[in-house]
């Protein structure tokens, strides 16, 4: 019988890729956990690791054995919202990661409700962009994630994550001053009449980067990017002060009226898609049928005030 705590180690080696990084989320020392992952080696009589200049990496048989621990996780997860479901009072701590609109706009809301239901539920909300918050997610750091998918970029799906779609967010472009082209015609013109103007995007390496560049090259042009973060309310800053164009979502104005002027997009790129992400097997957990029912009535409360 294998060690299940030495399991779990060598599994988040496999999604945390050093044993310094293993160490430092568990609270180790790394010599702890090499020596642990030694003593595994010696229970299943294979070698696990194997050295790639100071790094190490799984062998086939360690990734064969990962496989099989990632069953029995969700086995235990699945008897965990079993328990769970047979109390009468939600309590424990919720791990919630979410990017910054979703974060402003649904998070607040749905905290609300959390609030109201199940006082003895402890919500913890960390603001964390998607690509990272998914791989904290398979890694146990958290236990739901808030993350988007942009038009033409689908996200992986790996077998381990469950994902339930939330809600579709419209994007526009925000026009940083006033013109006839911008203003009239197609959306294609309107983002054409924008080509030699400065542009506030997402950081390169990120869906919504990739999907805007797209965007902006069908309509027959390189867009000059002069300014560059996650931050959408400093992209609404800067097209409020003339200094960039860019895409903004709905979600970015929290249910208020937007401070800048907004052109539709094309049809086949004018909308969002907003998911929740649970590993599989968690999906039924009493905290997790609560977060995301709340998420749901905070998105129905935000389209009646709209």
């Excluded at 992952?37 to 048989?61: D, F, K, N």
């Excluded at 919500?123 to 998918?149: G, I, S, W």
């Excluded at 970029?153 to 779609?165: D, G, K, S, V």
């Excluded at 103007?197 to 797209?214: I, L």
Aim: with cysteine; net charge negative.
């Amino acid at each position: 019988m294998f060690d299940l705590h030495r399991l779990r180690l060598l599994r988040e080696l496999k999604h945390r890729g050093t044993l310094a990084a293993v160490a430092a989320a568990l609270c180790y020392a790394p010599s702890s956990v090499s020596q642990q992952l030694s003593q595994l080696e010696g229970e299943v009589g294979v070698r696990l690791l194997e050295p790639v200049g100071r790094r190490v990496r799984l062998t086939e048989q360690a990734e064969i054995l990962v496989a099989h621990t990632e069953a029995v996780l969700e086995r235990l997860e699945r008897a965990e919202a079993d328990i769970a479901t047979s109390l009468t009072d939600l309590t424990g701590t919720l791990r919630i990661a979410s990017f910054q609109t979703a974060a402003l706009a649904l998070v607040p809301t749905a905290l609300d409700l959390l609030r109201d239901r199940h006082p003895r539920l402890r919500v913890h909300v960390a603001h964390m962009e998607p690509e990272k918050a998914l791989l904290a997610l398979q890694a146990h750091d958290f236990d739901l994630v808030l993350t988007e998918e942009y038009p033409g970029n689908p996200n992986p799906r790996p077998a381990e994550l469950e994902e339930e779609e939330l809600l579709d967010d419209p994007l526009h472009l925000a026009l940083p001053k006033p013109s006839d082209d911008a203003h009239s015609g197609s959306p294609m013109a309107a983002l054409r009449s924008l080509a030699n103007h400065p542009w506030a995007m997402e950081p390169e390496g990120t869906p919504a980067r990739q999907w805007a560049m797209t965007l902006c090259r069908n309509a027959g042009f390189e867009p000059d990017v002069r300014f560059e973060t996650t931050d959408l309310l400093l992209h609404v800053r800067l097209v409020e002060q003339k200094h960039a164009a860019a895409f903004l979502p709905d979600l970015v104005w929290c249910g208020q009226r937007p401070t800048v002027t907004l052109r539709q997009l094309p049809r086949d790129q004018h909308t969002r898609c907003i998911f929740t992400v649970v590993r599989r097997g968690r999906s039924q957990h009493p905290a997790i049928l609560a977060c995301r029912d709340a998420l749901r009535r905070a998105v129905t409360l935000r389209s009646s005030q709209a």
